[in-house]
């Protein structure tokens, strides 16, 4: 799959207009000082992955289609070669290469590595037990079809991108990991939440725990945990879902010495977060301290980079640019990317322009949800562990929070939590899925369950979310931007799904069962008609996959599987 999309990328790349490019090229060279040296902040250390005038030149002259192949390939040679024989390059071209010119050079300096081997992880089992719970034997059958496809999303680092990681963009990591699929052959951060849970599921209790072992190594050595496992991640990292993971893995293995080994590395996390993504809110006059989104990194995404250029092209100051920037990183930060979510300047009807993204000013919902969520499951890790200072301090960063969601985002009369828009000073109430993630975290007062249920099935139906055939849509903004309608994601299907179940609301319940039934009918369709599953469908027509956005949509799919099994789990076993 990888090599057949490399080979196609090269093809595409063949038939780009070489007029334009040329044009672009000569234009966007000119100012590479301005993008590579002015910079305060960059995505990360490399001088070929991250930076420089060699990243802009091959990127601008779009010798692949998608920005991400480059930023993939391993070093021929190590940089300081590389940017010596680049330097004699552009003297032997007096800086003006052309594309032919470029595409040699990188064929010479690069190449298209297959860095993982293949494996199987070893407690990968094709019929795990719960198949046999499952009492439709259609669903049984998909699923058993779904369950075979983990082997090929089974990734294992090869030794010698381990022991040569210098050339290489890929974070060297020793244990094997299950990544989501198509152009994403790296593991990521909130990917993997989904994805463990369904490998989980399947008994593969040893790869989540070698999953958790990467990660608490990637956060000793960096503080924190990135985007995903390249160097061009660096700069930035994803909804904080560790403790989460970690929580759903003691669950099912009650394995208190992992805990007890790694708990410093889920406390130093948290601490990440609260140490650089916390900002001020002031709402009647009362000062709050909440997180957002924010990637301090002021140059374009290395594996977007052209993109990113093209974003800021109408931008006149190099301080605009660099805001702008940071912004599309934050939005990247957030894992909706790109959304209207974060377009606080959108007129409705009309296709986004990321020119105006402003990702930072909004303080979201969901992201202030998980972290009351983590915060109380730290809480719970420090006294299993009989640490009970440490447990009181993360307890009441939980109450903190949940009272914060409360005052600050939530809207009694919808009954759900708005983003706060923090450069108007007011909520933002247009409908978005994350509106109603404190019923998935479960950050509210207990007392209060059944009537928030009852609120969210009102809101949802308000909006008209429940006469969808494929699912719950990520807002109802035709934007042409991914993580918009007509757009349904597994992860929002499974955060509004579990939350309304979860409030114990008997309607509430309803709703959710008929929504995860929907949800698993539109995938099982999709996948007879394709023999694919994908990372996002369409909310209009049930069995269709999604669309939009800065890529082609992607098969696989890691935590379309891994929804797929927990509501498969809930809804279609005996024993629930």
């Known amino acids: 799959m990888i090599s057949n999309y490399l080979k196609t990328s090269i093809h595409l790349g063949a038939l780009s207009v070489l007029g334009f490019i040329k044009m672009t090229l000569f234009v966007l060279i000119a100012i590479s000082s301005l993008v590579t040296i002015s910079s305060q902040s960059e995505s990360c250390e490399s001088k070929i992955y991250c930076q420089g005038s060699l990243l802009h030149m091959v990127q601008m002259s779009r010798v692949f289609p998608d920005s991400k192949i480059f930023v993939d390939m391993k070093m021929q040679h190590d940089e300081k070669t590389t940017l010596e024989n680049f330097d ?174 790694n708990i410093d590395i889920l406390d130093k996390e948290l601490q ?128 903190l929070w949940q009272q914060n969601l409360e005052q600050v985002f939530f809207d009694h009369m919808d009954g759900v939590w708005y983003d706060w828009d923090n450069g108007l000073n007011r909520p933002r109430k247009g409908y978005y899925a994350s509106n109603l993630t404190p019923l998935w975290t479960q950050c509210y007062h207990p007392e209060n369950s059944a009537y928030l249920g009852q609120k969210a099935v009102q809101y949802l139906s308000k909006n008209g979310i429940l006469d969808f055939d494929g699912g719950i849509p990520a807002s109802l903004i035709n934007s042409g931007e991914q993580w918009d309608f007509p757009n349904a994601w597994p992860p929002l299907q499974s955060i509004v799904i579990f939350g309304l179940d979860r409030t114990g609301d008997f309607e509430a319940q309803k709703t959710a069962q008929d929504l995860a039934q929907k949800w698993i009918r539109s995938n099982l369709e999709s996948f007879h008609e394709t023999g694919q599953i994908f990372e996002k469908y369409n909310v209009q027509y049930s069995g269709q996959s999604g669309r939009g956005g800065e890529y082609d949509v992607q098969h696989g799919f890691g935590w379309t599987n891994g929804v797929l099994f927990e509501l498969i789990n809930r809804y279609y076993t005996q024993e629930k």
């Open 88 to 261: 004699q390059f552009l003297k032997t071209t007096n800086s003006r290469p052309n594309r032919k010119e470029i595409k040699k050079f990188v064929n010479e300096h690069f190449k298209h590595f297959q860095e993982f081997d293949n494996w199987v992880p070893p407690d990968f089992t094709p019929k795990p037990d719960f198949l046999d719970r499952i009492s439709d034997s259609e669903i049984r059958d998909f699923a058993q079809k779904v369950v075979k496809i983990w082997p090929r999303l089974a990734r294992k680092i090869k030794k010698e991108v381990l022991e040569s990681s210098e050339f290489f963009s890929l974070l060297p990591v020793p244990n094997g990991f299950v990544v989501p699929g198509g152009r994403f052959r790296e593991f990521y951060y909130w990917d993997s939440y989904w994805i463990m849970k369904g490998l989980l599921l399947c008994q593969m209790h040893e790869t989540v725990k070698g999953m958790l072992d990467n990660f608490a190594l990637i956060i000793r050595k960096y503080g924190f945990l990135p985007n995903g496992a390249r160097v061009y991640y660096l700069n930035r990292s994803q909804p904080p879902l560790l403790s989460i993971m970690v929580g759903e893995y003691l669950k099912v293995t009650n394995d208190t010495e992992w805990l007890r080994k």
């Open 272 to 399: 990440y977060f609260l140490e650089n993504k916390l900002t001020t809110v002031i709402k009647n006059g009362i000062k709050y301290s909440l997180a957002h989104y924010v990637a301090n990194s002021d140059t374009p995404r290395p594996e977007s980079y052209f993109e990113d250029i093209k974003s800021a092209k109408i931008l006149k100051s190099e301080e605009a640019r660099a805001e702008l920037w940071k912004d599309l990183k934050s939005a990247a930060e957030s894992g909706w990317d790109f959304s209207s979510r974060w377009m606080v300047d959108y007129v409705g009807g009309t296709k986004t322009n990321l020119t105006h993204i402003q990702t930072r000013r909004i303080i979201p919902v969901d992201l202030n949800a998980f972290l009351c969520q983590a915060f109380q499951k730290l809480s719970e890790f420090y006294t299993i562990l009989d640490d009970h200072k440490s447990a009181i301090f993360w307890l009441q960063k939980s109450h």
